[in-house]
């Protein structure tokens, strides 16, 4: 494709880095935003010089010749826009997680692939210099067997928007599990070779959000007093992968802990890896017959603008995105069966 590459975006919240991103990249119009809020959608376009302003992506999607769209909506509605964007002949960034359900997530993939349409992820965490280099290393053999992994996306007091739609089932599908640990879970399990998940026994608990005395410093997302919270603010999993692997994973968006923490212990029978959202790259190996820290050096980029301008490499040069939507649905199953063996008591086996 040599012409300027039209893009829409589909929410004007998550949408607006999205937004920022396009507009960074050569030779990419973002044409159009639509949002049911008509004064934020007409103050970002504005903002960001963006023609066209709707209220209903679905008027967007029909009446803008458009290439690609950037789907940030909250999680009830990842499926349907995918579908109606597809169909409306567009390729889809959509933000995780990737749908509700892994029927909604086979439902996307099904209608991408009959489009033939690029259906990719938004696990930003893939594009951070760090996962990358460390990407690199697992792929080169330098850690050797994969065997396992301790994986963490710890907050003391986090809870998003609390009585809004992240807090409300119906419409998240869950909480700090499906929210901040879909993206610790797709990142390790890609670092890790992306093995297939067969097992899973997990335990969610509620045991903050629907308190009335919630006490935190800050919250991310505005609150809705009164509103529902009957979803997870702790998860814990051990998953069992087709090539004898193993992951453990711990999730919170409220626990009495230390501090806040994001990220993967990766162990290898040559080396290990620490790969952490607020530190540096570690990586422990053997050097000279002696026990060896290793800290690469590397610069810090923006994760995000990294994962548009691969989403437009893939659109123009026809080549399937690293996070492709076959990969959200292998994390979807994952997240189901945590819920579903925190539900059951039982051990879930993944078919």
């Known amino acids: 494709m040599s012409r300027k590459i039209r893009v829409g975006v589909i929410g004007a919240g998550m949408g607006l880095g999205h937004a920022k991103s396009y507009q960074a990249v050569g030779d990419v119009e973002v044409a159009a935003i639509a949002d049911i809020d008509e004064a934020k959608v007409k103050k970002t376009a504005a903002t960001f010089g963006i023609q066209g302003a709707y209220t209903d992506y679905r008027a967007m999607l029909k009446s803008e010749k458009l290439d690609a769209v950037s789907i940030c909506l909250p999680n009830f509605l990842h ?154 603010d702790f998860a814990t999993a051990l998953i069992r992968f087709d090539n004898g692997s193993t992951l453990s994973l711990e999730v919170s968006w409220a626990a009495n802990i230390e501090r806040d923490s994001f990220h993967s212990i990766i162990l290898g029978d040559k080396g290990g890896a620490k790969l952490d959202a607020f530190e540096e790259l570690k990586i422990y190996t053997e050097q000279y017959g002696r026990i060896s820290d290793v800290l690469p050096k590397y610069a810090r980029e923006d994760n995000v603008g990294n994962e548009v301008r691969h989403f437009i490499d893939c659109i123009r040069n026809n080549k399937k995105p690293i996070s492709p939507g076959e990969h959200g649905l292998a994390v979807q199953k994952v997240l189901d069966a945590i819920y579903e063996s925190s539900h059951t008591k039982k051990e879930i086996i993944i078919k």
Request: aromatic share 10%; glycine share 12%; net charge positive.
């Open 79 to 232: 499926c349907e826009a995918t579908v109606e964007a597809v169909k409306a002949g567009c390729h889809v960034l959509c933000e995780k997680p990737m749908a509700m359900n892994v029927i909604e997530a086979s439902r996307m993939i099904e209608a991408a692939a009959k489009a033939r349409k690029i259906l990719m992820i938004g696990f930003c965490h893939r594009f951070r210099p760090d996962s990358q280099l460390l990407k690199k290393i697992i792929d080169q053999g330098q850690l050797g067997e994969i065997y396992h992994s301790q994986v963490f996306a710890l907050r003391r007091r986090g809870i998003p928007g609390l009585g809004g739609w992240f807090t409300t089932k119906s419409k998240s599908g869950g909480g700090g599990l499906i929210d901040i640990g879909v993206h610790i879970l797709d990142l390790t399990m890609w670092e890790m070779g992306f093995p297939a998940p067969v097992s899973v026994t997990g335990a969610t608990y509620m045991k903050f959000g629907h308190k009335k005395d919630y006490t935190y410093v800050s919250m991310w997302g505005t609150p809705v007093p009164g509103g529902t919270y009957d979803v997870d």
